[in-house]
């Protein structure tokens, strides 16, 4: 276990204090806190700075993420997220989570879609925009919820790729982000959503010692922060280690 895992045990089952809101937290909220410096999305566009997307998509009634990811200098990263919900119910969702989604619609931190279901077309044309919008160099997506509008962007030539979350590819993604939080060379604007995201992730650790995201049995949401180790994952890999959706990503033994 690195350092943090260590201190997040002893706290837990000596003290029997928990770090934040989780018994096995990812990082500590106030290092975190540290990155919340503006991400200027307009200087980005304005100089289309190479740029990574990654894609969350949820079941019907949950929260979607879309992250794009910046290098950030030489090993940093700089992000911003995009958060659809269904706008029928979005109150009683929130109350349900504790956190107050009316309120992050209204200040713009979520996109409402028409329903009581995430609206996928929605979705789509909001990456779409994106590609059109910044320099895209992959939009990585899960196959779980996402084949089907991979399928889409492939026809129309843009470029999806396949990323699933089991531990072949989520192991190296957690490393690679929490080392940018640690070391403090990770930006995220401060997002209230994003936040909540991070600190509700708990660690799931197999026998190997290979980590993974998980929200617990709290069922608080992870979804922007799952999306955004995928965007900087493939980030960190860069033009060089570009996958295509016939890469090792697809093979089935990986599968979450």
Not at 1 to 19: P, Y
Not at 167 to 195: C, D, N, S, Y
Not at 196 to 212: E, K, L, P, T
């Amino acid at each position: 276990m690195d350092r943090i895992e260590i201190k997040a045990a002893f706290l837990q089952f000596n003290l029997n204090r928990w770090l934040d809101q989780t018994t096995s937290p990812f990082v500590e909220m106030h290092v975190y806190d540290e990155g919340a410096h503006e991400v200027d999305l307009e200087e980005l566009e304005m100089v289309q700075a190479p740029c990574w997307l990654g894609v969350d998509l949820s079941k019907n009634e949950d929260l979607t993420c879309v992250v794009a990811a910046w290098e950030d200098g030489q090993d940093g990263y700089q992000v911003h997220p995009w958060f659809f919900c269904p706008e029928d119910n979005l109150r009683a969702r929130g109350e349900r989570h504790g956190v107050d989604y009316v309120s992050w619609a209204e200040e713009g931190f979520i996109i409402p879609t028409p329903g009581n279901t995430v609206d996928l077309r929605a979705v789509e044309a909001h990456v779409r925009e994106l590609c059109a919008r910044f320099n895209v160099r992959e939009i990585a997506f899960d196959p779980t919820y996402g084949r089907a509008m991979m399928a889409n962007m492939i026809e129309d030539a843009l470029p999806a790729v396949e990323f699933r979350q089991g531990w072949v590819t989520m192991a190296p993604a957690v490393k690679e982000l929490e080392r940018a939080i640690i070391g403090r060379r990770f930006r995220h604007g401060g997002h209230p959503v994003l936040r909540w995201n991070f600190g509700n992730v708990q660690m799931h650790i197999d026998q190997a010692g290979n980590r993974s995201f998980h929200k617990g049995k709290s069922g608080n949401k992870i979804d922007g922060a799952v999306a955004t180790a995928m965007a900087v994952a493939r980030a960190a890999a860069g033009e060089e280690k570009l996958v295509t959706s016939a890469s090792w990503f697809d093979d089935d033994m990986w599968t979450a």
